[in-house]
């Protein structure tokens, strides 16, 4: 299994956190793929258009039937808005093909451009980055100034400096909004509520802790990371990860 990241277009910095390729064997073997509190586009090699894959709850299996390849950006949260004529809420936990949010003629036209010859990642990347680009423009006028985009910045910037710990009514509060205003901005603009937001949040940074330090002291961990207690602990990583946390690294 092959994949790398780049970085994006200076341009397209303030929405995408890295653009990919990968490249997957014949028969290459079920992985797991975590909630990561983002939104990808992906292009897979074959003539069809590409799909997204809206914020996750939970982890997903991704199974290979044969030789792929792909290449895909992965938008910052809260940024994949700009670039997809649906609120992030409708993609939650589905994949939707780009056909239906860009228009037909543009995703096929940019398929054809991808697969009909043979290309290196970076020029396919480029490609594709032209594309955000002229989408970015084209939504540019509509944005500017809007303060729902100014709040939802603050607001994922402030969970996520506290890897999830914050609490949203406090959260709320430093925005000068009520709770139930911040859940609306961020179901329409991130893809899930505030609440579950910080929750991935949380699990990412045990998820990195662990792979850190593969056999923790749990108590410790869990404090450390901003749980309760191991339960607490425990329970996000069934859900999240669909495993105990001390078989994450055997499964991963």
């Known amino acids: 299994m092959y994949y790398c990241e780049y970085p994006p277009h200076p341009a397209l ?6 653009m990919w390729a990968a490249c997957a064997p014949g028969g290459a073997p079920t992985h797991r793929v975590l909630p990561d509190n983002c939104v990808d586009i992906l292009w897979q090699d074959g003539g069809k258009p590409g799909f997204a894959v809206g914020m996750m709850s939970s982890a ?14 992965r938008f910052k949260p809260g940024a994949a808005g700009a670039f997809l004529a649906a609120p992030l809420h409708a993609l939650t936990d ?125 108590a410790q961990l869990a404090l450390a990371c901003g749980y309760f207690d191991q339960s607490h602990l425990i329970h996000d990583f069934q859900e999240f990860a669909g495993s105990a946390p001390e078989r994450f690294l055997i499964a991963a």
């Open 94 to 218: 589905q994949r939707a093909d780009i056909d239906q949010l860009w228009g037909r003629g543009d995703a096929e036209r940019l398929a054809d451009a991808l697969w009909t010859c043979e290309l290196s990642d970076l020029e396919r990347v480029a490609l594709i980055e032209h594309q955000l680009l002229l989408r970015l423009r084209a939504a540019g006028a509509g944005q500017a100034g809007d303060p729902g985009d100014w709040l939802i910045r603050r607001a994922l910037a402030a969970l996520d400096a506290s890897g999830g710990v914050l609490r949203i009514e406090d959260l709320a509060a430093q925005l000068g909004v009520s709770r139930q205003h911040l859940a609306a901005l961020f179901r329409a603009r991130v893809g899930l509520s505030p609440k579950l937001y910080a929750r991935i949040c949380r699990f990412r940074r045990a998820t990195a802790a662990l792979k850190a330090e593969p056999s923790p002291d749990w």
């Open 13 to 18: 910095a303030a929405h995408v956190a890295c």
């Open 60 to 73: 997903i299996l991704v199974a290979s039937g044969g030789p792929l390849r792909t290449v895909a950006v």
